[in-house]
Structure formats: C-alpha cells, structure tokens
C-alpha cells in the first residue's frame, strides 16, 4: 500500500490466459504504473469495499467485471478490510482455453465480454442467490486437489454467467468523497482511546453528522457497523497486547475497554476462535493452526483492521 502497509493477494493459474487472486487488502490505497493487458477482469467482493476515481466502485456482495478499457492503476479500500476474489481472462489464449473447456455450452467469449463489460468497458451487477452462492463457495477449498477444484469452480462460474439471459445491475450508489472523507474522521475516534468509552454519537459528532444519518452512512461505505467496527478495534489491540506483552488477561482487558473479563474473553474468542489464553500460548508456540487454508488469510488480515487508526484521521 502507499502507506507502507501489506495485504496479501494469492494467485493461481488456472489455465493458460486464466488465473484466479484471493485478495486481502487493508484500508488505504494501492497505486502502480503496470500496463493493463487486453484481458476481462471479474471481481466480486465478499467483504469489504475498494473504489476507483472512475470506473469500478464496488461493495460487499457485488460483481464487477470491465475490460481493459478500464485502468485500475489506482485504487482505494475505504473499509478496514477488503476480502474478494479477482479472475483474469486474456483476450487471446485465455478465451481460447475456457472456449474448449466449456464448448458444450455454445460460449462466444467476445459476445460475453462485450455483454459484460457493456459500452463503458465496465458494468457492476448484483448476482442472484445461486451465483452469490457458488462465489462464496470459493473460500470452501481445503487442501484436496485445490487447484483442481478452483479450476471447476472458475468454469462453472462462467458458464452459469454466460447462461444468465440479464445480470442484475447494482442499485445502490456510493457516497461522494467528501461524506467519505467526513466518515473516516469519525471512524479515526471509533478506532482510538480503546479504554476509555466512545459512543456512536461522538463518532456522528466528529464526522459532522447526525447519529442516523453517520450509522446509516457508515455502514454502507464501510460494511460494517460503527461499533461492529469498534469492537474489531478492541480485539486487535488485544490480540497484539497478548502477542507482545506479559500483561493479565485482566489488564488486556481493560487495556482495551473492557471492565469484566469473562465479557472480553467471549468477545475474543468470537473473533479469533481461541480463548485469550489459548491465543497467546498458540500464538508464541506456532501451532495457531486454522481449519481451512483460504480462511487463514481473511483471519490473518482481520488482526491488522485498525492498525491505520493509529495514524489519525484525514483532513
């Protein structure tokens, strides 16, 4: 990222001109000068936002797809996680391989992008309950002949978008850059001074807004509620104060603003699916072992959510 921190993006080459990214990224922003090649780009999100100045705006739960006429050479996640999925298509091999792969179901992949990506290179959709469904299934992999089952996936996923007759548009617009940039001054409270008590109202208060209007505003930029986004906080700074110090699980308690430490232990163990105890012999002994590989990187990234918080807010 521009500010020095990391997300993690996992690629797999599917097929020739095929691959497929797992992308976890913090909030901030990403800028680089590659060349975009002539390919089809999807993405869907499954958590998170991430926006360009022109072009792709896309929210939790939406699929973009564009074309290269569309340069993501920058882009912005305003959310404190962004979790999704990224497939590439090449114009020349790439079409050719899912041409063959798929040549039972009649695929014209030049008639489909066109469709796609639409007149502007790009168009945003709303998938319906069996596509949102088989995306979701992405993150289900284990280690069984992963690439093998990411490949079936991919495949059926085109074809069962190449048999939608009309992919729903998004109907939702996103906020205006200066409501964003008022939000993050609110979010910059919510995500400092853990210990002490900051409420919905003085998060709406920093950000110039009333409480209704700054809930309902941040949570559709954000994709997560204000103190949904709080207690992310909350938990991250004790998973480091546990990782990092000797402190009682009492003191990390109330370290990050929490007075009953049966209360803070069944908020972390929601969060990190180990008991504060439990995390911190795991974590200093290496055996944090997580159930499903794809998992373990939204998991991993969920501990560095406000680690930008410390920076300040935004003028």
Same mark, same amino acid.
Request: glycine fraction near 6%; include cysteine; charged fraction near 25%.
């Given at each position: ?35 975009? &090649?002539?390919? *089809?780009?999807?993405?869907?999100? @499954? ?24 340069? $993501?050479?920058?882009?912005?996640? #305003?959310? #404190? ?9 090449? /114009?020349?091999?790439?079409? $050719? ?34 596509? %949102? ?15 093998? +089952? *990411?490949?079936? %996936? ?10 939608? &007759? ?8 996103? !906020? +205006? /850059?200066?409501?964003?940039?008022? *939000? ?9 001074? *853990? ?34 986004? /709080?207690?992310?906080? /909350?938990?991250?700074?004790?998973? !480091? ?19 009953? &430490? ?27 072992? @997580? ?10 990234? %969920?501990? $560095? @959510? ?7 807010? $935004?003028?």
């Amino acid at each position: 990222m521009d500010d020095g921190t990391a997300g993690v993006i996992d690629a797999f080459e599917l097929f020739d001109g095929v691959s497929l990214a797992f992308n976890s990224i913090p909030q901030g922003t990403a800028t680089w000068d590659d060349v975009e &090649p002539l390919e *089809l780009q999807i993405d869907w999100c @499954l958590h998170g936002r991430f926006q360009l100045d022109d072009g792709i705006r896309l929210g939790e739960g939406e699929l973009a797809v564009h074309d290269e006429r569309v340069r $993501k050479r920058s882009m912005e996640f #305003p959310a #404190p996680l962004y979790t999704g999925l990224t497939i590439r298509i090449s /114009r020349s091999e790439g079409a $050719k391989t899912l041409s063959r792969s798929l040549s039972a179901t009649s695929l014209d992949f030049d008639v489909l992008a066109q469709q796609l990506a639409g007149s502007s290179g790009c168009k945003v959709y709303a998938p319906d309950p069996s596509m %949102k469904a088989l995306l979701e299934s992405f993150w289900d992999i284990d280690e069984r002949e992963p690439l093998m +089952r *990411l490949r079936l %996936k991919t495949l059926e996923l085109i074809a069962l978008v190449n048999a939608t &007759p009309r992919l729903a548009p998004r109907t939702e617009d996103y !906020q +205006r /850059r200066s409501t964003i940039d008022s *939000l993050e001054r609110g979010m910059w409270l919510l995500g400092s001074n *853990l210990e002490h008590d900051v409420t919905v109202a003085d998060a709406a208060k920093a950000s110039c807004m009333g409480i209704s209007a700054f809930k309902e505003k941040f949570t559709k930029t954000f994709g997560v509620t204000p103190m949904a986004f /709080r207690r992310q906080c /909350r938990m991250e700074r004790a998973a !480091q104060l546990l990782e990092t110090t000797e402190k009682s699980i009492s003191t990390v308690a109330l370290s990050v603003g929490y007075r009953n &430490p049966s209360k803070f232990s069944a908020a972390f163990a929601a969060t990190f699916k180990y008991s504060p105890s439990g995390y911190r012999t795991a974590n200093r002994s290496g055996n944090m072992h @997580l159930t499903n590989s794809f998992q373990s990187r939204e998991l991993n990234m %969920k501990r $560095k @959510l406000c680690r930008t918080c410390a920076s300040g807010p $935004k003028h």
